[in-house]
T-cell receptor, first 114, second 109 residues
Framework: IAGITQAPTSQILAAGRRMTLRCTQD?????MYWYRQDLGLGLRLIHY???????GKGEVPDGYSVSRANTDDFPLTLASAVPSQTSVYFC?????????????FGPGTRLLVL | GQNIDQPTEMTATEGAIVQINCTYQTSGFNGLFWYQQHAGEAPTFLSY??LDGLEEKGRFSSFLSRSKGYSYLLLKELQMKDSASYLCAAMDSNYQLIWGAGTKLIIKP
C-alpha cells in the first residue's frame, strides 16, 4: 500500500509556465487537501475537496486550481507560475472531512519558480 | 483572526524531558493536532486532543486546556531521532486545520 504519492518530487519552472502537480491516494479517503509550506510559516491550505466531484478554496487559492474527477486523484495546477509560488507543496487526505479526522501527508513536491 | 503560536526553536539533552507549548485562537474549535516533521520529509500524525486533559501515548503526551486556548506536547526520554520540527494545528469550525510555524527541536548528546 503506497498511501499518498506525489509527482514530481521536485521541479524547476520558468515563470509564466503552466504546471500540474499530481497527487494520488490508494486509501479510498473521501477528503483531500493541498498545502504549501514556506520557511517560517505554517502550512497553508490552498484548496480542498471533501468528496469526489466537489472542491473548495482554502486560505491561499489565488493562482491555483484543482479538480477531483475521482476519489483517488487530486491534481493542483498553476496556470501561470510566478516566483512567489516557490514552495514545498504537500498533498494530504483524510477518511472524511470533520472533527477528529487525521490528515495523512504525501512526500511533497519542491517547486522553484525562476 | 485565527492564529497559532509556538516557539521557533528549542534545545534539549538526550534522555531528558521537553515540553513544547502551543497557544491557539480560532473561529470555533474542533480539536488540536500535533504532527512531527523531520527535515525534508512530510508531517506525520502524533496526537489529537479535543477534551481538556492529558493524553499519553508512549514517550509522547499531549495536553489541552480549551478555556485557555493552550496545548503542550511532552516528550520523555528524548532520543536523537526525536530531532525534528513539531507542528501544532487547531481545527476550526469549518473543519480546516490552522497550523503553527512549527518548533524545531534540537537534541544534544
Amino acid at each position: 500500500i503506497a498511501g499518498i504519492t506525489q509527482a514530481p518530487t521536485s521541479q524547476i519552472l520558468a515563470a509564466g509556465r503552466r504546471m500540474t502537480l499530481r497527487c494520488t491516494q490508494d486509501m479510498r479517503h473521501n477528503a483531500m487537501y493541498w498545502y504549501r509550506q514556506d520557511l517560517g510559516l505554517g502550512l497553508r491550505l490552498i484548496h480542498y475537496s471533501n468528496t469526489a466531484g466537489t472542491t473548495g478554496k482554502g486560505e491561499v487559492p489565488d493562482g491555483y486550481s484543482v479538480s477531483r474527477a475521482n476519489t483517488d486523484d487530486f491534481p493542483l495546477t498553476l496556470a501561470s507560475a510566478v516566483p512567489s509560488q516557490t514552495s514545498v507543496y504537500f498533498c494530504a487526505s483524510s477518511v472524511r472531512a470533520g472533527a477528529s479526522e487525521t490528515q495523512y501527508f504525501g512526500p511533497g513536491t519542491r517547486l522553484l519558480v525562476l | 483572526g485565527q492564529n497559532i503560536d509556538q516557539p521557533t526553536e528549542m534545545t534539549a539533552t538526550e534522555g531528558a524531558i521537553v515540553q513544547i507549548n502551543c497557544t491557539y485562537q480560532t473561529s470555533g474549535f474542533n480539536g488540536l493536532f500535533w504532527y512531527q516533521q523531520h527535515a525534508g520529509e512530510a508531517p506525520t500524525f502524533l496526537s489529537y486532543n479535543v477534551l481538556d486533559g492529558l493524553e499519553e501515548k508512549g514517550r509522547f503526551s499531549s495536553f489541552l486546556s480549551r478555556s485557555k486556548g493552550y496545548s503542550y506536547l511532552l516528550l520523555k526520554e528524548l532520543q536523537m531521532k526525536d530531532s525534528a520540527s513539531y507542528l501544532c494545528a487547531a481545527m476550526d469550525s469549518n473543519y480546516q486545520l490552522i497550523w503553527g510555524a512549527g518548533t524545531k527541536l534540537i537534541i544534544k548528546p
